[in-house]
């Protein structure tokens, strides 16, 4: 069983940045891939960003290529996003997830997930 707390969203004008933090408990963190998701007013959860459980493959979802990235850092049990050049568009809530299965490779939907976080509120304004 993993447990994921997300930490760090808040109000930021565009063109900033914002640092969110997802902390996990139990020991199965660091075997499994950890991914980000958005979900703004109205609209589906989207999937954001993932990373595999070594760090060797990160996928992106192309409205967030170059500006956005995901490190993790197994020894704290811990997995970022990092939010560069933020836009208005950027406004959701942000989910935190976790892959049931272990040494897998990072899923890039939903479905793909068995561990959610509370999310946390990323709002940018104009």
């Known amino acids: 069983q993993v447990q994921l707390v997300e930490s760090g969203g808040g109000l930021v004008q565009a063109g900033g940045s914002l640092r969110l933090s997802c902390a996990a408990s139990g020991r199965a963190f660091s075997s499994i891939a950890m991914g980000w998701f958005r979900q703004a007013p109205g609209k589906e959860r989207e999937f954001v960003t993932a990373?595999?459980?070594?760090?060797?493959?990160?996928y992106y979802t192309d409205p967030v290529k170059g500006r956005f990235t995901i490190p993790r850092d197994n020894a704290k049990n811990t997995v970022y996003l990092q939010m560069n050049n933020l836009k208005p568009e950027d406004t959701a809530v942000y989910y935190c997830?976790?892959?049931?299965?272990?040494?897998?490779?990072?899923?890039?939907?939903?479905?793909?997930?068995?561990?959610w976080g509370q999310g946390t509120q990323v709002t940018v304004s104009s």
């Open positions: 997830a976790g892959s049931g299965s272990i040494l897998s490779n990072p899923a890039v939907s939903v479905s793909g997930y068995r561990y």
């Open positions: 990373i595999s459980w070594s760090g060797g493959i990160t």
